[in-house]
């Protein structure tokens, strides 16, 4: 079991927006600005697309945003598109005793 | 480019034992803090070890710790995971990647992963 909640999957189509939840505790996600999500094509190894919970490395589209209310994060995914799906797994700093605490990761199906 | 490169998985038998390598190329190795992280088939992503840019510390997630070890041979820009007592949950694919977790960095360059099966 995972230590961070994530949906099993959400869907959308071609040009809507999507947005992933990722709920942990007030000892990870709630404490800190230290939230990563990654995008995983089937198959494929991770790729960081979200850091320190709205920041995108270089090269990732401004289609994709990241946020955060208490305890939970998200992700938002506008104006999707077909390579948009894959899994997507978030990630957060839990204290020097749990650097990673990671989700179970999310299925997003673009239909 | 960066590129990190996993090798030796393999099929285990339960209790036995297996080193992964990683073999990284396009940066300066030696500047970095690196990882192994894991996925069990239709699983997440689980975190297992990090070791500092030096190899002076390292770091365990708990149900690893004594079983695993992380080593660095910065001379060869390379990275290695030494598994022990081996066990069935333990198949999966393993990725080397690069962050400074400790300092709360997530992992920005990973490998193409290397299968580990733990079977009799």
């Known amino acids: 079991q995972s230590a961070l909640t994530q949906p099993r999957s959400v869907s959308g189509s071609p040009g809507q927006s999507v947005t992933i939840s990722c709920t942990g505790s007030s000892s990870d996600v709630g404490a800190y600005t230290y939230v990563s999500w990654y995008q995983q094509h089937p198959h494929k190894a991770p790729n960081l697309v979200i850091f320190d919970v709205t920041e995108r490395p270089s090269g990732v589209p401004d289609r994709f945003s990241g946020s955060k209310s208490g305890n939970t994060a998200f992700l938002t995914i506008s104006g999707l598109q077909a390579d948009d799906e894959a899994d997507y797994h978030c990630s957060s700093y839990g204290g020097s005793n749990n650097p990673v605490v990671l989700g179970g990761g999310t299925r997003l199906t673009v239909l | 480019e960066v590129q990190l490169v996993e090798s030796g998985g393999d099929l285990v038998q339960p209790g036995g034992s297996l080193r992964l390598s990683c073999a990284a190329s396009g940066f300066s190795f030696d500047l970095y803090e690196m990882n192994w992280v894991r996925q069990a088939p239709g699983k997440g992503l689980e975190w297992l070890s990090h070791i500092e840019a030096s190899g002076a510390a390292s770091y365990y997630a708990g149900h690893v710790r004594g079983r695993f070890t992380v080593s660095r041979d910065n001379a060869k820009n390379s990275l290695y995971l030494q598994m022990g007592g081996l066990r069935a949950e333990d198949t999966a694919v393993y990725y080397c990647?690069?962050?400074?977790?400790?300092?709360?960095?997530?992992?920005?360059?990973w490998g193409q992963g290397t299968l580990v099966t733990v079977s009799s």
């Open positions: 990647a690069r962050g400074n977790v400790i300092a709360a960095r997530p992992f920005d360059s």
